[in-house]
């Protein structure tokens, strides 16, 4: 079966710092290759996705992930993190199988601190 | 351009009780849906609806259904509650039926809570 893994529940980091989240899917298809944030008491927000193309893919608020597929990782990066970077941060993958369909990991909560 | 609405933001029921989720899609969006998310998990998919059809289904029980209206809002049908059906079921509309044409937009969900 399609899995997703973030191996890091918590990611502590000070702010100005960068930070890496990881995650590693399992396929043996083509993917498309998401990360979303949530806030407290909200929904996800889409930071950026990887259809096809450059590996290196940017996103909202100053994120990057880069697509490896021979490592089968889309992790994502900040330079220089912020205290309003504190949220939850999912890694997903549609497994293009005709219906839109995400198989979500089970997030990595950043956690900034002063 | 409002985003994703879904209603009501919180809700509480008694195990057994059946609970009807409401969800409206960014305006133009002909695809809607669904997601549950337990507390501490990543959001898992129940279902999803293109022009008013069924495209996909996830694993849950035959408890959960759904359907799409002609003007692609969407209700989400829950029967027979159990304890484990608390979470938050989050709703999602994107242009069109597949992810390499766009991405999914989430609502900030219904939190249902069964005592």
């Known amino acids: 079966a399609q899995s997703v893994t973030q191996l890091d529940s918590q990611v502590p980091v000070f702010e100005e710092a960068p930070v890496e989240l990881r995650c590693n899917y399992s396929s043996s298809v083509s993917v498309y290759l998401f990360w979303y944030v949530q806030y407290p008491n909200q929904g996800l927000q889409l930071l950026l996705k990887y259809l096809s193309g450059s590996t290196l893919v940017k996103g909202i608020n100053g994120f990057e992930a880069e697509f490896n597929k021979s490592q089968t990782s889309f992790h994502l990066r900040k330079p220089s993190v912020h205290i309003s970077d504190t949220a939850e941060y999912f890694c997903a993958v549609d497994m293009n199988t005709g219906f839109q369909k995400l198989v979500f990991g089970t997030g990595t909560r950043l956690l900034v601190s002063p | 351009d409002a985003g994703v609405t879904q209603s009501p933001t919180h809700l509480i029921k008694t195990r057994g009780q059946q609970v009807t989720l409401r969800c409206s899609p960014i305006s133009g969006h002909k695809s809607v849906s669904w997601y549950q998310q337990v507390l501490g998990q990543g959001p898992q998919f129940i279902f999803q609806?293109?022009?008013?059809?069924?495209?996909g289904r996830g694993n849950f029980p035959d408890r959960f259904s759904a359907r799409q209206f002609p003007n692609y809002s969407s209700e989400l049908n829950v029967n027979a509650l159990l304890l484990g059906d608390s979470a938050l079921y989050l709703c999602?509309?994107?242009?069109?039926?597949?992810?390499?044409?766009?991405?999914?937009?989430f609502g900030n969900g219904t939190r249902l809570t069964v005592t």
């Open positions: 609806y293109y022009e008013k059809e069924e495209r």
């Open positions: 999602a509309s994107s242009l069109d039926s597949r992810g390499s044409v766009s991405p999914l937009h």
